[in-house]
């Protein structure tokens, strides 16, 4: 069964074409993941589609009915029928205004999954999940009859769920069958051609042009030759003119073979090369060097909400420039644990010359007329270089940094935020669920600069990948302590 039939879709936003796409369909049994990066357009095919924003241009013919799980909104408990999908997915309660971030996820999936609807479509649904409630997810969805269309950086989520990827690039979808893997395996075979294109063209290009100058070296050399034959005399006139006669020729011929090879260099076209991305080396200022070998302790702490007891004398010590993940279900005292140590409550032992930097996904205050490069110069030492270098490893371009942040969409903002606290004057970094939100490369890029950052990040997150690749040391929150797992 046909669901979705679009046509000629066209939204544009501030002078950017940001849907321009002649074709999409959305049969009953398809399970699509929808990628692309940060800023390309996600999130508002998913609501054009649902006819949820207008469209400058285009015709969707919609049959059956769709749920709608968004990104970066609070849930509530309304429509919601199936309590037990609920409590399965680890929310014991329903008052929107005291859930964690996960909790929040987990009731709007249950609202999802509890309704008869014909197509679920999703906007980063593991995001703020612990592993369980992840693991949970993808065996409700496989058993799910309908059609998904899912935003997703979760690599492992995306394999186990989907089976088609719409990769949305300049505005326009190319589909790739199979896993997210398969896709990436494609793309992988994709940029080893381009590389191999590149390489060919560059050889050839550099050949001829080569050749060019050879040519046109040869030609002067002519010149040069028939200037010194005129300053001779000579007595035998005709001996001279046909001596003209022949360097002349010769010159033409070597004129019009450079002029066909420069033809053929305009023939061969333009052959994109590789982007490459420039590394940055975070350094540590040094005013802000941190001495104590540990420079977050905790001794004995304790902490209560109402009858409901998070942490019961704990203790731990953080070394300095660890690399310290915390996790632990939703609801356990993360963001709490983080709180703490933010607030210097007591039991909490910060070195004197602590500067932290706290990375949240809700919340921050901008001025939204400010453009991007002077919003990142803001409380920074790093030269501008160095600035471009970690916007462009987070997949920000050299015109983007022209950007007013009123433009960036939530995933850019959160890029913006990371990039610019890696680089802010701190010796200690929270940060809670980084990878939320971001696009896989930029997932990359943030796993590569945090472990090269020179001071200490203590970070919560469910990413398995991110944990492997950047923990030190992995602390879980669990029955009210803080246990070492690493």
């Known amino acids: 069964m046909l669901l979705i039939k679009a046509k000629d879709i066209y939204v544009e936003y501030l002078g950017r074409d940001v849907l321009d796409i002649g074709q999409l369909e959305l049969y009953d049994y398809d399970r699509i993941g929808l990628v692309g990066a940060n800023g390309a357009g996600k999130s508002t095919l998913l609501k054009a589609l649902l006819g949820e924003i207008p469209l400058q241009s285009g015709k969707i013919d919609r049959e059956g009915t769709f749920t709608y799980i968004p990104q970066l909104e609070e849930a509530n408990d309304k429509g919601m029928q199936d309590y037990a999908i609920a409590c399965k997915l680890g929310v014991n309660r329903v008052q929107a205004d005291t859930m964690s971030g996960g909790e929040e996820t987990r009731l709007k999936i249950a609202q999802a999954l509890s309704g008869e609807v014909h197509g679920?479509?999703?906007d980063e649904p593991t995001c703020h999940l612990d592993r369980e409630g992840?693991?949970?997810l993808v065996n409700r969805l496989k058993h799910y009859t309908g059609a998904l269309l899912i935003i997703s950086h979760d690599r492992y989520f995306l394999d186990q769920v989907v089976d088609k990827i719409w990769e949305l690039k300049d505005g326009r979808i190319t589909e790739y069958w199979g896993s997210y893997t398969d896709y990436f395996a494609q793309k992988e075979e994709e940029r080893k051609s381009q590389v191999s294109q590149f390489k060919q063209y560059a050889a050839e290009r550099d050949r001829l042009e080569l050749a060019i100058e050879e040519k046109k070296n040869q030609a002067r050399k002519l010149d040069q030759k028939e200037k010194k034959a005129d300053k001779k005399n000579s007595t035998e006139s005709g001996g001279r003119l046909g001596h003209q006669k022949s360097q002349g020729s010769k010159q033409r011929k070597l004129h019009n073979a450079a002029k066909n090879m420069e033809r053929r260099i305009e023939a061969l076209g333009k052959v994109t090369a590789p982007e490459s991305i420039r590394n940055v080396q975070f350094r540590q200022s040094k005013t802000l060097e941190l001495h104590n070998p540990f420079p977050i302790t905790g001794n004995g702490i304790n902490k209560r909400f109402g009858d409901k007891v998070i942490f019961d004398n704990v203790s731990f010590q953080f070394p300095l420039g660890g690399k310290i993940a915390i996790t632990g279900t939703n609801g356990a005292g993360k963001t709490t644990l983080f709180n703490m140590i933010s607030d210097r409550e007591h039991g909490i032992t910060l070195s004197p010359k602590a500067e932290i930097g706290y990375f949240v996904q809700t919340g921050y205050k901008l001025?939204?007329?400010?453009?991007?490069?002077?919003?990142?110069?803001?409380?920074c030492e790093y030269p501008v270089s160095d600035i471009r270098a970690v916007l462009a490893s987070m997949g920000f371009t050299h015109q983007d940094v022209r950007k007013e942040l009123s433009v960036l969409s939530g995933g850019e903002m959160i890029k913006l935020q990371l990039?610019?606290?890696?680089?802010?004057?701190?010796?200690?970094?929270l940060m809670d669920e980084p990878s939320n939100f971001l696009d896989i490369p930029a997932v990359e890029a943030l796993e590569n600069m945090m472990r090269k950052y020179a001071g200490t990040i203590v970070f919560i997150s469910h990413d398995a990948r991110l944990l492997e690749s950047v923990a030190d040391q992995v602390y879980e929150v669990k029955n009210r302590q803080l246990i070492r797992l690493k």
């Open 134 to 136: 992840i693991d949970f």
């Open 367 to 379: 001025d939204h007329n400010q453009n991007m490069m002077a919003y990142m110069q803001e409380n």
């Open 419 to 429: 990039a610019k606290l890696l680089l802010g004057r701190y010796n200690i970094l």
């Open 120 to 122: 679920i479509f999703a």
